[in-house]
């Protein structure tokens, strides 16, 4: 997916300096800003199965509101290390990496979660062995190794559902 573009830009630059020349991209998805952009600017510009309309403000991947799965979340760099943080509460923030509005985004982290907390439940179920931090395929921010994946993520649906509850009641 070429969204804005900035990655793909900041690729291209780092193939350069590397003496290599990009002539042409070819992409699944992109926005109408970046297909026009990196057309303009390659030789053979950039090709896509499917070009989003002008009003996309955002793409979305449903790995991304899981925890632990491969290539899901945003990398981020913490200690010198690169690190995974899922797009919702403890882990991320879901208002600015998934443009879900700050009233919701308790419900919202909540929803994560138990999603979350319902697949490894099952994996668990169904392989019959507990499944560790140190055991998912990348290491995800404010996590101990040696933690249990469930029973991270139902601490972290304990402390929201206080939150949720406790908003539900002002609301009344």
Do not use: H
Not at 50 to 74: K, M, P, T
């Amino acid at each position: 997916m070429v969204f804005s573009g900035n990655v793909l830009k900041e690729v291209i630059k780092c193939f350069y300096e590397n003496k290599i020349r990009v002539v042409g991209v070819r992409s699944a998805l992109a926005t109408k800003e970046s297909y026009n952009f990196f057309d303009e600017k390659l030789k053979f510009g950039l090709k896509c199965g499917c070009l989003l309309g002008e009003n996309v403000i955002d793409q979305i991947c449903e790995r991304d509101f899981y925890f632990g799965i491969a290539q899901s979340g945003i990398s981020v760099v913490k200690d010198g290390k690169i690190l995974k943080s899922p797009y919702f509460k403890p882990f991320g923030d879901p208002v600015k990496r998934a443009s879900i509005p700050k009233e919701y985004e308790i419900l919202f982290s909540n929803g994560c979660l138990a999603r979350s907390m319902f697949l490894w439940k099952f994996i668990e179920d169904n392989s019959k062995k507990k499944v560790f931090i140190r055991d998912l395929p990348e290491k995800i921010v404010n996590t101990n190794e040696n933690d249990r994946v469930l029973k991270v993520l139902e601490k972290g649906f304990k402390v929201y559902e206080k939150d949720t509850n406790r908003n539900n009641g002002e609301r009344s």
